[in-house]
């Protein structure tokens, strides 16, 4: 069935929320731990949850408020209750999402269950796992997830939508006409002819776009008939990356190349080396985000790195914190810190 999307709101499933929600009933000392999802204040304001839920059924501790509803999941026939809360001043919770089958107080969410494909794996410094809840137009409320690193070049989406991808919780007030079909738990959204993306453009993408144009003859031409060049706008959709990770392992490095060190570099003004992050494998083709696909290196070994002639990179041949590698011809060597290359022999063992 089709629907329109009027407001949505998303979690990044954080370890704590994902770890405990779970447990099984008994696990810990007193009972099996929290069993709410939580949204900080700081990304949806309680005015944004009056907004999204309407008026409070009832009030809790401190007069803060409750919102008793019915609920759908996309892909499943059921119309189940939910409650949302604000639960202490910092955070609104989803409440009671534990599994009914480890806690007597469980009432986990349709689409949130194992039964129904819901990962009973996560690890939040690797994957990243969204939850969701969709308001209609018509008042209706759709719960949904996702777990993807990147947006799939298949999947339909907007500018609007990718901030599902880059924040870790948030309200989407739809300005545009998004649908969704209530059948599909994949990826539900599509859009009218006129605002529909099919495929979002990764850095290296626009990179090679750039530099790929030779614009030469056409500025000799201008140039010799004296006319004024044409300003056109080009826009270009870039996928954003996971910040943290570009800033946790240029703090680890302190800047430094994996293959360089502190040559091929420069210090900023600040004193602080210049690095950039480099995806062993690209976000484009099916490059996981994560700490294990990135190392750091400078500027000119990046460039090498995506234009050069770089030999296989493969992982399982590193020997003692190092791996060979060659470019152009000439022999290098990539180096892990242990605990970055903890991360990697993580993820070759998955």
């Not at 779970?22 to 009972?31: D, H, I, M, P, S």
């Not at 990718?162 to 006409?177: A, W």
Request: proline share 4%; charged share 30%; hydrophobic share 35%.
């Amino acid at each position: 069935m089709e629907k329109r999307v009027e407001s949505i709101v998303f979690r990044r499933m954080t370890y704590a929320d994902y770890r405990h929600i779970n447990k099984v009933g008994g696990e810990e000392q007193g009972g099996g731990g929290q069993s709410y999802i939580d949204f900080p204040i700081a990304n949806i304001g309680l005015q944004e949850w009056y907004s999204f839920l309407g008026d409070h059924t009832s009030t809790g501790a401190g007069n803060r408020p409750k919102w008793d509803f019915k609920i759908q999941s996309l892909g499943i026939a059921v119309n189940e209750d939910i409650r949302i809360y604000q639960r202490r001043p910092a955070s609104v919770s989803i409440a009671s999402q534990k599994l009914p089958e480890h806690s007597r107080g469980g009432k986990r969410i349709a689409s949130w269950h194992p039964n129904n494909s819901f990962p009973l794996d996560y690890n939040p410094d690797s994957d990243n796992l969204v939850i969701y809840i969709i308001k209609t137009t018509d008042g209706e409320y759709w719960a949904g997830w996702f777990l993807k690193n990147d947006i799939p070049k298949n999947w339909n989406f907007n500018d609007e939508l990718k901030v599902l991808f880059e924040e870790e919780s948030g309200k989407i007030d739809v300005q545009t006409k998004v649908l969704f079909d209530t059948e599909n738990k994949d990826w539900p959204f599509y859009f009218d002819a006129q605002t529909i993306v099919n495929q979002i453009k990764t850095d290296e993408d626009v990179e090679e776009d750039l530099l790929n144009q030779d614009t030469s003859p056409k500025l000799v031409e201008l140039d010799d008939e004296g006319v004024e060049p044409e300003l056109k706008e080009r826009i270009f959709k870039i996928r954003k990356r996971n910040n943290k990770i570009v800033k946790e392992l240029k703090k680890l490095y302190g800047g430094k190349c994996q293959i360089t060190g502190e040559t091929m570099t420069f210090k900023k003004k600040n004193g602080e080396l210049y690095s950039e992050v480099h995806h062993l494998i690209p976000l484009g083709e099916s490059g996981s985000d994560s700490y294990a696909n990135a190392i750091v290196i400078s500027p000119l070994i990046h460039r090498m790195l995506h234009y050069a002639d770089v030999s296989e990179i493969d992982l399982n041949n590193i020997v003692d914190n190092k791996l060979k590698i060659t470019i152009n011809g000439d022999e290098y060597e990539i180096t892990w810190l242990p605990q970055h290359l903890e991360t990697v022999q993580k993820s070759l063992e998955d």
